[in-house]
T-cell receptor
């Protein structure tokens, strides 16, 4: 079993839909990261959180430390949101990351 | 502001040839530096990390090595590439607070 599990693995949505991406982890963490990877491969850090909730534009990330679960929500989705969304956890010390396999999101116009 | 430079963007190398990928960071000092690899159809995996000059930790046994000759320079090398070394290589750094910044990546194809 992977230390970081994401669901679903793939998701196709229509423009405007509300999207939720889930992440569960099985290890103690210092922080959880949500990352976005575009087709060219470049990765952008969206959120780093260790408790509660963060919001940036149409993106909302939440984490439940007790349940070892995090969700990334996209409101009013748009085709430009199409990307792979990756959940990763850092376990303290050197802050090295353990990654989930990612979820490929396609938003159709 | 902090930036990270990684090059080259793409590379095609024959089996048995050497490899050198370079990553440099600007605008910060004493960062933690990382090399990650993403093989086709798989998630990212940590290869090496460094918490200071000359300090390298390897996460998985492999055909690659890393060096940190200067505070803001991290190099990934191989003496003889294997087909299995193909993949997407990402350099990253983290500072105090744990926030991460990623390089733009190098897509390596070993033929």
């Amino acid at each position: 079993k992977n230390e970081v599990e994401q669901s679903p693995q793939n998701l196709t949505a229509q423009e405007g839909e509300f999207i939720t991406i889930n992440c569960s982890y099985s290890v103690g963490i210092s922080a959880l990261h949500w990352l976005q990877q575009h087709p060219g491969g470049g990765i952008v850090s969206l959120f780093m959180l260790s408790s509660g909730k963060k919001k940036h534009g149409r993106l909302i990330a939440t984490i439940n430390i007790q349940e070892k679960h995090s969700s990334l929500h996209i409101t009013a989705s748009h085709p430009r949101d199409s990307a792979v969304y990756i959940c990763a956890v850092s376990t303290g010390g050197s802050e090295k990351l353990v990654f989930g396999k990612g979820m490929k999101l396609t938003v159709n116009p | 502001s902090q930036t990270i430079h990684q090059w080259p963007a793409t590379l095609v190398q024959p089996v048995g040839s050497p490899l050198s990928l370079e990553c440099t960071v600007e605008g910060t000092s004493n960062p933690n530096l990382y090399w990650y690899r993403q093989a086709a159809g798989r998630g990212l995996q940590l290869l090496f990390y460094s918490v200071g000059i000359g300090q390298i930790s390897s996460e998985v046994p492999q055909n690659l090595s890393a060096s940190r000759p200067q505070d803001r320079q991290f190099i990934l090398s191989s003496k003889k590439l294997l087909l299995s070394d193909s993949g997407f290589y990402l350099c990253a750094w983290s500072g105090t607070g744990g926030g991460y910044t990623f390089g733009s990546g190098t897509r390596l194809t070993v033929v």
